[in-house]
C-alpha cells in the first residue's frame, strides 16, 4: 500500500465554519467521554473499602491522569482544524458543553480524515497509543479512524516526508507573499524555513522528520504481522517494550504456573493492519487446538490466545462432560425442561444430590478456578508491564478464561491510575464463575476505558449445581446481572448448560457487537451432549435421585 498522506492529514479546503464545527464536534464528544469516565471513577469511590485517605489519593490521580488525557487530545484538534479560534486553544473540564444538537452536519470522511491526523499526532508524540483513545475515537463519534492508513504512514515515513515536501513547493510563493508562518504548538521546526511543510500538512511533517521515527511502531509493540515477536510465546520471548524479558516477569510465578504462553490465534497474516491487540482466554479445553480454535471467528487486529494449564483444562472439560451424563444432572435437566421455577429447585435440591455431583467435579473444578486465580496474577504483571506494547488490549474470555482476566484486572486495577489509566480497551466475558462483587467490579469499570460486557446465562444449570456446591454462592457473574454502572449486562437464555458457552462464543460476541467478527459461520459443530426430549425428562423424574 502506497503512502497517501492525504488519508491522514486534515482536507486542505476547509472553511472557517468548517473548521469550527469540526473542532466543536470533537470538543463536546471528548467533554461526554470524559465525564462518563469521571462517573465511574466515582462510583468506584463510594464502594472501595479502602480509607478515606487512599480512596481520595486514588480518585485524585485518576482524574488528573484523565483531564491531562483530555487536554492533550483537544490540543491535538485544535491544531488540526486550523486553530478556528486563534492560537489559545480552549481548556476542557466538567463544566464544558457536551451537547452536539446545535452543530452542522459533518460529511463522515471529513471527520474522518480529522480523526485520522489527530491520532497520528497524538501516537508520535506521546509514544503511545492510549486505550482511552481508541476507545474514544471508535465508540464516541460519527466516523473512525483509519488505523491501516497510520501504520503505513509509521512504516514509511520517508515517503511520507517526501509526499508532504512535494506539496509544500505548491504553495511556499503563496504563503511566502503572505508573510505567513504556520507552525505547530510545542515541537521544534527550526530546519524547515518558515514551517510551510508543517503548515500545508496540517502539522503531520514535523513528526515525520523528527528523530526515532522509525522506531514508534516497536514502542507501540507493532511487529508487522499478527503476534510480533511473542509470537512463540512468553517462555522465549523478549518484552514488546522495555528491556525486560517476559520470562523474567513470570518467573516469580513459575512455581504455581507450569504452562503459560501468548500464542497467535492465526499466521497467516492475513487482514488490515490496526494498532491495538487483542487476547482471547478459553474456559476449559477438549483438545489442545481449542487455545486458539474458538477464536478464530476474530479478523483485523493482532489476535492472540493465552495458553495456561492446558492438562488441567482438559482434565476440566471430560469432567464437565462427565458430569453432564450422570444421573443427578440429568434429574436437574429434566426438572428444567418440566418449567420447574430454577431457583425453587436449586432450594429444595436434595443434598445427596450435592454431594454425588460434588464428589465427580470437585477435584477438577476446585483445581482449574485455583490455578485460574493464579495465572490472572500473571496476566495481570504481564499487563501492568506492557507485555503487548504502548497499545490498547482488548480481553475476551468465557467460563475460567473469564475468571482470569478478571482476576488480571483486578491487579492492575490496584495499582496506581497513572500507571494503568491506558492499558485496556474492552473486556467481553462469558459465564464467569466469579462473585458479582460490586467493589471488584466498580474498580474493573474504572479502569477499562470502552466497554466491560458480562454475558451470563440464567439457565446455566451446570454453572448453578457447581457454584452452590464449591462456593455456596447464588451471585455468580455467569449467572446474574452485575449492578455497577457501565457494566453491559447481556442475558443469553439460550444456554442452557456451561458447556455451550464453547461452542457459540462467536455468536455471543456478535449479539454483543463485539468488533472484529468475520462474516462466518460462527457456531461450532459440537454434539449436545445433554439434548433430552420431554418423554426422555419424565422417564429419568420417574426413577428419582
Known amino acids: 500500500m502506497a503512502v497517501a498522506l492525504q488519508k491522514i492529514a486534515p482536507p486542505p479546503?476547509?472553511?472557517?465554519?468548517?473548521?469550527?464545527?469540526?473542532?466543536?464536534?470533537?470538543?463536546?464528544?471528548?467533554?461526554?467521554?470524559?465525564?462518563?469516565?469521571?462517573?465511574?471513577a466515582l462510583a468506584e469511590n463510594q464502594l472501595s473499602a479502602l480509607s478515606d485517605e487512599k480512596k481520595q489519593r486514588r480518585k485524585e490521580e485518576f482524574s488528573k491522569d484523565l483531564n491531562e488525557w483530555a487536554q492533550e487530545l483537544v490540543d491535538k484538534?485544535?491544531?488540526?482544524c486550523g486553530q478556528p479560534d486563534g492560537d489559545e486553544?480552549?481548556?476542557?473540564?466538567?463544566?464544558?458543553?457536551?451537547?452536539?444538537?446545535?452543530?452542522?452536519?459533518?460529511?463522515?470522511?471529513?471527520?474522518?480524515?480529522?480523526?485520522?491526523?489527530?491520532?497520528?499526532?497524538?501516537?508520535?508524540?506521546?509514544?503511545?497509543?492510549?486505550?482511552?483513545?481508541?476507545?474514544?475515537?471508535?465508540?464516541?463519534?460519527?466516523?473512525?479512524?483509519?488505523?491501516e492508513s497510520i501504520v503505513n504512514t509509521l512504516k514509511h515515513p520517508d515517503e511520507a516526508l517526501q509526499e508532504a515536501q512535494q506539496k509544500a513547493e505548491a504553495s511556499t510563493k503563496d504563503h511566502a507573499s503572505k508573510g505567513k508562518t504556520l507552525r505547530i504548538a510545542g515541537m521544534g521546526l527550526a530546519a524547515i524555513a518558515g514551517g510551510v511543510l508543517v503548515g500545508v500538512t496540517g502539522g503531520l511533517a514535523a513528526p515525520l522528520i523528527g528523530a526515532g521515527m522509525t522506531s514508534i511502531l516497536g514502542f507501540l509493540g507493532v511487529g508487522g504481522t499478527a503476534a510480533g515477536c511473542i509470537a512463540s510465546g512468553l517462555a522465549g520471548s523478549s518484552a514488546i517494550y522495555g528491556a525486560q524479558s517476559t520470562a523474567t516477569?513470570?518467573?516469580?510465578?513459575?512455581?504455581?504456573?507450569?504452562?503459560?504462553?501468548?500464542?497467535?490465534?492465526?499466521?497467516?497474516?492475513?487482514?488490515?493492519?490496526?494498532?491495538?491487540?487483542?487476547?482471547?482466554?478459553?474456559?476449559?479445553l477438549s483438545s489442545e487446538a481449542d487455545v486458539t480454535a474458538p477464536w478464530t471467528v476474530f479478523g483485523g487486529d493482532d489476535t492472540l490466545a493465552l495458553q495456561w494449564e492446558v492438562k488441567a483444562l482438559e482434565e476440566l472439560s471430560d469432567a464437565l462432560y462427565t458430569l453432564i451424563k450422570t444421573h443427578a444432572m440429568k434429574y436437574v435437566r429434566a426438572e428444567i425442561i418440566r418449567r420447574t421455577v430454577f431457583a425453587s429447585l436449586m432450594a429444595s435440591l436434595a443434598p445427596i444430590a450435592l454431594l454425588k455431583i460434588g464428589q465427580i467435579i470437585d477435584n477438577p473444578w476446585m483445581n482449574t478456578k485455583?490455578?485460574?486465580?493464579?495465572?490472572?496474577?500473571?496476566?495481570?504483571?504481564l499487563l501492568s508491564k506492557r507485555v503487548f506494547g504502548n497499545r490498547p488490549v482488548t480481553l475476551i474470555g468465557y467460563s475460567f478464561g473469564s475468571l482470569v482476566i478478571l482476576e488480571a484486572l483486578k491487579r492492575v486495577a490496584s495499582l496506581p491510575p497513572s500507571e494503568t489509566s491506558h492499558l485496556i480497551q474492552d473486556v467481553f466475558l462469558f459465564g464467569t464463575p466469579a462473585s458479582t462483587d460490586p467493589t471488584v467490579w466498580s474498580s474493573v469499570r474504572r479502569l477499562v476505558t470502552g466497554r466491560l460486557v458480562n454475558g451470563y446465562a440464567?439457565?446455566?444449570?451446570?454453572?448453578?449445581?457447581?457454584?452452590?456446591?464449591?462456593?455456596?454462592?447464588?451471585?455468580?457473574?455467569?449467572?446474574?446481572?452485575?449492578?455497577?454502572?457501565?457494566?453491559?449486562?447481556?442475558?443469553?437464555?439460550?444456554?442452557?448448560?456451561?458447556t455451550k458457552w464453547r461452542e457459540r462464543?462467536?455468536?455471543?460476541?456478535?449479539?454483543?457487537?463485539?468488533?472484529?467478527?468475520?462474516?462466518?459461520?460462527?457456531?461450532?459443530?459440537?454434539?449436545?451432549?445433554?439434548?433430552?426430549?420431554?418423554?426422555?425428562?419424565?422417564?429419568v423424574l420417574a426413577k428419582g435421585l
Open 13 to 40: 479546503d476547509l472553511t472557517y465554519s468548517d473548521q469550527e464545527a469540526l473542532f466543536q464536534y470533537f470538543y463536546r464528544r471528548l467533554a461526554a467521554y470524559r465525564n462518563t469516565a469521571e462517573l465511574y
Open 77 to 80: 484538534a485544535y491544531m488540526v
Open 89 to 147: 486553544c480552549p481548556e476542557l473540564d466538567e463544566f464544558a458543553d457536551t451537547s452536539i444538537g446545535d452543530l452542522p452536519h459533518i460529511p463522515p470522511e471529513r471527520l474522518s480524515t480529522v480523526l485520522n491526523a489527530v491520532l497520528f499526532l497524538s501516537i508520535t508524540t506521546t509514544k503511545r497509543y492510549s486505550a482511552r483513545t481508541r476507545s474514544f475515537l471508535f465508540t464516541n463519534m460519527d466516523a473512525a479512524p483509519d488505523e
Open 249 to 284: 516477569m513470570v518467573q516469580r510465578h513459575t512455581r504455581e504456573i507450569q504452562d503459560l504462553a501468548i500464542v497467535p490465534v492465526s499466521s497467516d497474516g492475513k487482514g488490515d493492519e490496526t494498532l491495538g491487540v487483542r487476547l482471547c482466554i478459553s474456559g476449559w
Open 370 to 381: 485455583a490455578l485460574a486465580l493464579k495465572a490472572g496474577a500473571v496476566l495481570g504483571d
Open 458 to 498: 440464567s439457565n446455566d444449570y451446570v454453572l448453578a449445581i457447581l457454584s452452590r456446591a464449591s462456593d455456596v454462592s447464588w451471585k455468580v457473574a455467569g449467572l446474574h446481572a452485575v449492578d455497577v454502572q457501565g457494566v453491559e449486562n447481556v442475558h443469553f437464555e439460550e444456554i442452557d448448560g456451561h
Open 505 to 539: 462464543i462467536g455468536q455471543c460476541l456478535r449479539a454483543v457487537g463485539a468488533p472484529g467478527i468475520k462474516e462466518v459461520d460462527v457456531q461450532m459443530s459440537v454434539v449436545d451432549e445433554d439434548k433430552m426430549t420431554e418423554e426422555e425428562a419424565e422417564e
